[in-house]
């Protein structure tokens, strides 16, 4: 089944913990991004990534870092989580870049509470 | 830039009534593509329909239509007699064919709470 997973799907943590956020599809897809979606304000690009190895910013990276070292896989990373990172994380991804403005396969959520 | 403006934030309804969800956006661009997402309590994305820019001809899919206008740049999202399981948020969403640079992918808009009283 086509399918973009995320662990985990719940997450508290405490100011400063380092943690990771796993993203993975398995469509072979060129192109990842992650959102967050915050009460009032939709969902906002944090960063995407158009293939291996290439990672570029969204409209809100501040406190974030991505990596892209395989093609399935790409990590959100909190290197020192704080209480307004609490949200809704969602991982995308795209066949390329043809098709990101077109289809665009979101995973489960995962739910961040920092406190 | 691009912009999706959901002005209504909550939406409450007694079941079978029809509500219609506004949407209203922007962009320079001919070539975009424009969609309507639903998000129930349970947390994810559910994909609901999407519109090119060159395709104005109007959906209907069950009690879900769809209305657009580029005229009025807008992409309205109607329940006909509504039901408790429509209960959820609601995102319009946009896409440009190729963006300018700066963020990649889709904008959405705030989104609209639609409340389904029975």
């Known amino acids: 089944e086509a399918q973009v997973t995320q662990n985990p799907r719940y997450l508290i943590t405490v100011t400063g913990k380092k943690l990771t956020v796993t993203c993975s599809q398995n469509?072979?897809?060129?192109?990842m991004s992650w959102y967050r979606q915050d009460p009032g304000l939709g969902l906002r690009q944090i960063y995407y990534?158009?293939?291996?190895?290439?990672?570029d910013k969204g409209d809100v990276p501040e406190g974030y870092k991505v990596s892209r070292k395989e093609k399935r896989n790409f990590p959100l990373i909190l290197e020192s989580p704080s209480p307004n990172q609490t949200s809704l994380y969602f991982c995308?991804?795209?066949?390329?870049?043809?098709?990101?403005?077109?289809?665009?396969?979101f995973g489960p959520g995962t739910r961040l509470t920092v406190t | 830039a691009q912009k999706v403006t959901q002005a209504q934030t909550e939406i409450s309804v007694v079941e079978k009534e029809d509500v219609t969800l506004d949407c209203v956006y922007e962009?320079?661009?001919?070539?975009?593509?424009l969609f309507w997402y639903k998000q129930p309590p349970s947390g994810e994305l559910v994909f609901l329909i999407r519109?090119?820019?060159?395709?104005?001809q109007n959906e209907i899919s069950g009690r879900y239509s769809w209305n657009f206008q580029k005229s009025t740049s807008s992409f309205n999202f109607t329940i006909t007699a509504s039901q408790v399981v429509d209960s959820a948020v609601y995102f319009c969403?946009?896409?440009?064919?190729?963006?300018?640079?700066?963020?990649?992918?889709?904008?959405f808009g705030k989104g609209t709470h639609l409340i389904i009283q029975p």
């Open positions: 995308a991804s795209s066949l390329n870049r043809d098709t990101i403005s077109y289809e665009q396969y």
């Open positions: 469509m072979n897809h060129e192109y």
């Open positions: 990534s158009m293939n291996v190895e290439v990672t």
């Open positions: 962009t320079r661009d001919t070539t975009y593509y």
């Open positions: 519109r090119n820019s060159f395709d104005e």
């Open positions: 969403a946009l896409s440009e064919r190729y963006s300018g640079g700066g963020a990649d992918g889709l904008t």
